[in-house]
């Protein structure tokens, strides 16, 4: 199989899949959905790549391994904040935004704002754990393999722990209005964030100790860019500054993306 056919065969799969999740929303008339399927989809690529190619390898364990760790955590958990909170702001403001000031409807706006926009996303920045398991060569992981299984297990273990402190932390009511600057959030103000970057570059190095797996760099970088510039950090902040007073505080003391230590 060469690298192109195992890529437009994915894309194509995956392009699929998008349209029926599109007909999904359209019924259900939400598209919040789409952000548990970020993962997941991630897991299908992986699996996809991993039967696609030749014979099982530790390196291709590994990378479906640990992508699916990752994947069934996160999906499983937006899946559940999706069903238990209902259709999510951003995109609720979304489909009005577009209603309102292009005359779109939703089926126009859901497929080219949310699921058009998704799939190139989620195709490029899953390069890693498809790039990754295609060459058998070099047989065994070095080093640089076995750093990235420990920077992705390190990911996994942030962006999970993170997840458990702001579900506690919102489950109090006593903490309505308040910012959450304890456990990771001591140190980082989007330690979720800061975990998922890390699982994607630990991925890449796996990768990348194959020739051709070292092409997948467009995938972290991508990733570390929608979390740092568009999706993650801006849009998360920009709705803390105006609804919580404490905030202001919390950025000029906290690291906002690179774990670090407070500022006094």
């Known amino acids: 199989m060469t690298i192109a056919t195992l890529l437009l065969g994915n894309f194509a799969i995956l392009a ?12 259900l008339h939400d598209p919040s959905f789409v952000d548990s399927w970020w993962a997941f989809g991630m897991i299908v690529l992986a699996g996809l790549s991993f039967l696609q190619t030749g014979p099982p390898s530790p390196r291709k364990y590994f990378l479906l391994s640990l992508c699916a760790l990752w994947g069934l955590r ?13 259709i999510d702001a951003r995109y609720e403001k979304m489909m009005k935004t577009a209603k309102d000031e292009r005359g ?6 859901a497929g080219l704002m949310v699921f058009a926009l998704q799939m190139p996303l989620q195709f490029i920045v899953a390069l890693p754990v498809q790039l990754g398991q295609v ?6 992981i070095g080093i640089a393999g076995w750093a990235g299984v420990i920077l992705a297990l390190i990911g996994i ?6 997840d458990l402190q702001l579900l506690r932390f919102r489950a109090n009511l006593e903490n309505k209005g308040k910012v959450l600057d304890s456990g990771l959030w001591r140190y980082t103000r989007h330690p979720n964030y800061f975990g998922e970057a890390c699982v994607w570059w630990g991925l ?6 194959t020739t051709i797996g070292a092409w997948a760099i467009p995938g972290p970088i991508l990733i570390t860019f929608l979390l740092t510039r568009v999706s993650g950090v801006p849009t998360v902040e920009g709705g ?8 202001e505080n919390y950025i000029r003391r906290t690291s906002g993306f690179i774990p670090w230590f407070p500022k006094n």
């Not at 996160?74 to 209902?86: E, M, Q, T, V």
């Not at 779109?104 to 706006?109: L, M, N, P």
């Open 157 to 162: 273990s942030f962006e999970s722990v993170g």
């Open 204 to 209: 890449y190095l796996m990768a990348a100790e």
């Open 104 to 109: 779109w409807g939703f089926a126009k706006a």
């Open 240 to 247: 803390m500054r105006k609804n919580r007073k404490e905030y």
């Open 16 to 27: 699929g899949i998008f349209m029926l999740l599109w007909l999904l929303s359209l019924a």
């Open 135 to 140: 060459s058998p060569v070099p047989a065994a």
């Open 74 to 86: 996160l999906g499983f958990y937006l899946l559940w904040r999706w069903r238990s909170h209902g």
